[in-house]
């Protein structure tokens, strides 16, 4: 089982399941033939320099600002587990060589205003429970 336990350096962190009977299963030859999707990987670094890889789920503009929706990435899928993916929720912010870097945000309305919109946005997608 995956140790999540970088929500609190992060961000808030909510949880999704991926609905199940969303497309097909593909037959074991086909799965076997097929190129791995290529996912929008972010890397961050935690506060001793570990390197932790993050799927670009959505990015949500409210307010004139765009807040990222990132799940962990794993390589290997048999480091994920059964259960809810983890979603964390960082600000972009404008860095003066034109470039970008996410922060966290600690407001809880306005995460959990822009977790309410990646939600409504992706209802049809994924199976959303509340973290614990």
Not at 30 to 55: H, R, S, W, Y
Not at 73 to 93: H, N, Q, T
């Amino acid at each position: 089982m995956a140790d999540n336990s970088i929500s609190d350096k992060y961000s808030n962190k909510n949880m999704l399941n991926e609905k199940k009977n969303s497309a097909p299963s593909p037959s074991p030859e086909a799965a076997a033939d097929a190129k791995p999707a290529t996912v929008p990987v972010i890397e961050l670094f935690d506060e001793k320099g570990d390197k932790l890889n993050f799927e670009l789920l959505d990015a949500i503009e409210y307010e004139g600002a765009r807040y990222d929706m990132l799940t962990p990435y794993y390589d290997r899928p048999e480091l994920y587990d059964d259960g809810p993916a983890d979603v964390f929720v960082m600000k972009e912010v404008p860095a003066e060589d034109g470039a970008a870097f996410l922060e966290s945000v600690d407001d809880e309305t306005l995460l959990a205003t822009v977790y309410d919109l990646f939600k409504q946005k992706h209802a049809d997608e994924y199976d959303f429970k509340e973290k614990e």
